[in-house]
């Protein structure tokens, strides 16, 4: 099929050479497909740049200032930016910035692990059930819909109503309630992929279950895997702040980057950095990640290789 | 037929700006359909044949493609450097293409009906009801049985052949001046290709006979002469057809009777395919092309008897024969197409012909055929034409 | 095809009907007890209480109950207004929630479609960048940073609209476009994609052949095919749009359902949840079915029987 697209097939058709055909591994050609996206770059730089910040930051501000998040000056109040307090202070009179950056950490680190939670529940999940098949599939795949079913609201709400408030455990309940895409994906790229040549061979050799799907069927999906895995980060770390927002999820004093917006909307009218910090390094934070989500799907998508 | 030419191409190159260098799809190419002829273009993937007709009727998105030199000269327009509303209205109505597959090629959220007469909609202003008078006609024409009701028909619903039958109908609604069928065989059984082949064939064949002038006059002719004089009307260039559609229900296929103010016009076609045998019996001329250029052309009858380039040679001995001793093996072309993005300043063919020489690496060579047969090589230097 | 919507109705029943079960076992799962919040209540009251709710029966009598009284349309009684069925509460609040949302969607719907269209037909150009940046900072703010962010801006800086309440029309505004920001930027995404898988295919190259007008070409022969995947997402994103927001509703004092959701999930206030998620699935199990109606009638190649 030509089509009036950027590349005529006519024309790269005849574009290889006479000598023999150089192959390219899938994750290099998607590595080198992502370097090229400036956009997804960017992001990732932005990123691990903001981890690194988050986590060393603050052993750097109390070793100049002294502060740490829950330092209270009550004497101070809640004063705009200055060369003191680069993000001004709160009401308590804390640092802002040493909370941000703390609620930054906390934000990353439940993200990431609800996101790792998650993946691995879908993945074996959706594994065991694609690779199964028949009526345990089915059963499977009925309790996924149902689940789907549930407004997700409510269900992270129930889940950390019943953990409790404790920071350990809240990354396992936004992880229990967001694998159920992974599930889906992974099951349906099983039921593709089983029925192909080398998973038969295999079974023909005697190989034996478990071994046919972590060896061989489980690598071959990792690439939509590790696709959502991306996509999942920014929303675990939007369910965080959501939640913290809400007044569940992370207890005060230890601050959040939800919290703290939501402190900030209460007085944004008259202390307006104590809203605009937090919730620019919010956005940044979900925006760069989401760029280089994107740019992994990008890189990863089969459809477009070889278009480049 | 008069001795101008309906298409004129001069030197047309088709370059595209890729990521891996600039492509070189067509390098200057020349041509020139004669009206009520039949040109087949031949020439296997990648030898720039379908590019250079996309490029006649503008379909190329300009990045990436651009044309660094040449001209295209349609019914006395220039085509390269024409604006967007001038091409527009050149294309579907005096010039129209078939591409290759019918089943991607035609919408398939749309009704056969609508697809064809939107053309008429656009191009001869008719509103919704004549159109679908003049679609049902096209149908029939085309060889489809019980045309109204495949009207309300969606494409999945039809065979491939009627398919692709549909593609050439809406091509011919507003009876262009020129057919450019881009493999239109390629995609379809066997046993359809024979018909469609025929079927363009003989629509060709009607609208070329000047004899259709006297015809043309009549309100209401006898069934017979009516139904060959439907294949379109073309009219002149600047020419308003007010059309009188006078529908008469007959048991098979209704008639409409046309009252053109114009004389015909005859209809050429283009050819394209990398297969020799459907331009055998369908092509007055043949132009062979290998990477983007064509290396020698001929009418047919010459060209089949008497190839002078050796890729030409090459291409005839590879058609297996019916009388070729069993157990002989299948002659192919040693090597691979060239790399597109990637060509040296002598002749293309050079690292696969049987008769390379020094020269060959050096330029290209000019035609050292004649203007009726060019053939492009180095050997046939200094032989008699 | 009414035939296959009957039937899809139908089944629908069931599944409402597990979804029910499984949300009553799940929230009477958690631990703590609507009463627990009070202070120190009289150990006969605490009995009578337990009796009005009927949270002395066996669980699983209580959920036959639920389910009965489900079907005849009550929804229970509230534990944290003790007056009031869950009926009135849902009645009070859902018009405000549903005028909300209805105005959310109408705006993403309109951003989105529009953008994605545009980004598609001029892609790579200036504006098809500016218009993907947009959507994806509309995916990455989130609701509780975009509202506060509006109300800064245009109801305390620039004093054009109402920072909260409810009242007239311009109390939509700020709430709707800042529910509707994230969806129209999916459905800008989404539409995109869409739209360039049509706008390379075949059949719009043989449109250009034909000769037709450009706006002809967008509005006849691609938007057909290019709005399928929105569609598909509309049905989830209209049911979660239609049951509000449970943040919006908070930033901007919306007197709708969600701040009931919030707070009867921390009053362990069984009949509100359950009434709320009941009215959720319900809406999502409908829009579902809507969506592979439309399906249905967007592209003729899917015919139920």
């Not at chain 1, 199964?132 to 599939?137: N, P």
């Not at chain 1, 895995?229 to 939007?238: E, S």
């Not at chain 2, 060209?303 to 009388?323: C, I």
Request: aromatic letters at 8%.
């Amino acid at each position: 099929m030509s089509a009036l697209g950027t590349s005529p097939t006519s024309v790269p058709a005849a574009a290889h050479t006479d000598e023999t055909l150089v192959g390219v591994s899938l994750w290099k050609d998607a590595l080198r497909r992502l370097r090229k996206n400036r956009m997804a770059m960017a992001g990732g730089y932005i990123t691990v740049t903001l981890t690194l910040v988050s986590f060393l930051g603050p052993f750097l501000i109390r070793a100049t200032w002294g502060y740490d998040y829950d330092l209270q000056n009550l004497n101070y109040g809640p004063r705009p930016p200055s060369a003191a307090h680069w993000f001004g202070t709160d009401f308590f009179g804390r640092d802002l910035l040493t909370r941000v950056l703390y609620g930054t950490q906390i934000s990353l680190t439940v993200g990431l692990l609800a996101a790792l939670v998650a993946a691995t529940i879908g993945t074996v999940y959706g594994a065991v059930s694609g690779y199964v098949g028949g009526r345990v599939d089915s059963l499977m795949m009925r309790t996924v819909d149902i689940i789907y079913a549930l407004p997700y609201m409510f269900l992270v709400i129930v889940l950390v109503t019943i953990f409790g408030k404790s920071l350990g455990l809240l990354f396992l309940a936004l992880g229990l309630v967001g694998w159920l895409m992974t599930a889906r994906i992974v099951r349906g790229q099983m039921l593709t992929l089983k029925e192909r040549e080398f998973v038969v061979a295999a079974r023909g050799l005697g190989v034996r279950g478990w071994t046919i799907l972590s060896r061989h069927l489980i690598p071959n999906t990792l690439g939509p895997i590790i696709v959502y895995f991306t996509l999942t980060v920014p929303t675990m770390i939007l369910q965080e702040a959501f939640l913290s927002f809400l007044g569940l999820g992370v207890q005060a004093p230890r601050p959040s980057l939800g919290a703290l917006i939501n402190d900030g909307a209460l007085h944004m009218a008259v202390f307006w950095w104590e809203l605009v910090f937090p919730g620019s390094v919010m956005a940044t934070l979900l925006f760069s990640l989401n760029f280089l989500g994107d740019g992994v799907r990008d890189a990863l998508d089969p459809q477009m290789r070889g278009r480049t | 037929m008069s001795a101008e030419p309906v298409l004129s191409v001069r030197d047309l190159c088709v370059y595209f700006r890729t990521e891996v260098g600039v492509v070189k799809a067509v390098d200057g190419v020349s041509f020139d359909v004669l009206p009520g002829e039949v040109l087949g273009i031949v020439g296997e993937s990648g030898s720039g044949k379908s590019v250079t007709n996309l490029a006649v009727m503008g379909l190329l998105p300009r990045p990436p493609a651009y044309f660094p030199r040449g001209a295209v000269h349609f019914a006395g327009r220039s085509l390269l450097d024409a604006p967007d509303r001038e091409l527009r209205s050149l294309r579907g109505r005096r010039m129209a293409m078939v591409f290759q597959d019918p089943m991607s090629s035609l919408n398939p959220y749309l009704t056969i009906e609508r697809q064809l007469t939107e053309v008429l909609e656009v191009h001869e202003s008719l509103s919704r009801r004549q159109a679908r008078v003049r679609a049902v006609d096209m149908l029939a024409r085309v060889g489809i049985s019980d045309p109204e009701r495949r009207l309300d028909a969606y494409p999945h619903e039809l065979s491939g052949g009627m398919r692709q039958r549909v593609m050439i109908a809406i091509a011919l609604m507003c009876g262009p001046e020129l057919l450019i069928a881009d493999e239109p065989t390629t995609a379809v059984d066997v046993t359809i290709q024979a018909q469609i082949l025929a079927l363009i064939r003989d629509l060709q064949r009607d609208r070329s006979s000047a004899d259709r002038t006297s015809v043309v006059g009549a309100r209401r002719s006898s069934p017979e002469v009516a139904q060959a004089g439907q294949g379109g009307v073309a009219p002149a260039a600047g020419a308003t057809v007010s059309t009188v559609p006078t529908v008469s229900i007959s048991p098979t296929t209704p008639t409409v009777s046309t009252v053109p103010t114009t004389p015909l016009r005859p209809m050429s076609v283009i050819l394209i395919t990398h297969d020799l045998g459907v331009v055998a019996g369908m092509a007055d001329r043949v132009a062979v092309m290998y990477a983007g250029r064509i290396v020698e052309a001929a009418d047919t009858e010459t060209l089949f008897a008497k190839p002078r380039h050796p890729y030409t040679r090459a291409l005839l001995q590879s058609m297996p024969r019916l009388d070729s001793p069993p157990g002989q093996p299948l002659a192919t072309i040693p090597g691979l197409p060239p790399d597109l993005s990637n060509l040296d300043a002598g002749c293309p063919f050079r690292p696969r012909c049987p008769l390379a020489m020094p020269k060959c690496a050096e330029s290209y060579p000019p035609n050292f055929g004649t203007v009726e047969h060019p053939v492009h090589c180095f050997a046939e230097e200094g032989l008699q034409p | 095809m009414l035939r296959f919507a009957v039937r899809r109705l139908l089944g629908l029943i069931p599944t409402l009907l597990i979804i029910v079960v499984v949300s009553f076992l799940v929230i009477r799962l958690a631990p703590g007890s609507p009463f627990a919040s009070e202070r120190g209540i009289p150990p006969e009251v605490l009995v009578d209480l337990k009796a009005k709710y009927g949270f002395d029966r066996p669980l699983h009598e209580q959920l036959v109950n639920y389910v009965w009284r489900l079907m005849r349309g009550d929804l229970g009684l509230s534990t944290k207004y003790p007056n009031r069925t869950v009926n009135d509460l849902i009645a009070d609040g859902l018009p405000a929630t549903l005028l909300l949302g209805v105005c959310a969607l109408a705006w993403a719907l309109f951003l989105g479609i529009g953008a994605g269209i545009i980004g598609a037909i001029r892609q790579n150009t200036g504006w098809d960048y500016g218009f993907m940046t947009l959507a994806m900072v509309g995916i990455s703010l989130p609701t509780f940073v975009l509202g506060p962010v509006l109300v800064l801006i245009f109801a305390l800086t620039v004093y054009v609209l109402p920072p909260a309440g409810w009242g007239d029309l311009r109390h939509v505004v700020l709430p709707a476009l800042t529910l509707g920001t994230a969806y129209a930027a999916y459905i800008a995404r989404l539409t995109r994609a869409g739209m360039l898988e049509v706008v390379r295919s075949d059949f719009v190259r043989t449109a250009r052949a034909k000769g037709l007008p450009e706006h002809t070409i967008v509005f006849r022969h691609m938007l057909r095919g290019g709005l399928l995947p929105v569609v598909t997402y509309l049905g989830p994103a209209t049911a979660h749009l239609l049951v509000g927001s449970v943040v919006v509703e908070k930033i901007f004092a919306t007197p709708g359902i969600g701040p009931y959701f919030v707070d009867a999930a921390f009053n362990r206030d069984y009949f509100v949840v359950m009434g709320i998620v009941v009215l959720e699935s319900s809406f999502l199990l409908v829009m579902n079915l809507l969506v592979d109606l439309a399906y249905g009638f967007m592209d003729p190649r899917i015919r139920y029987e």
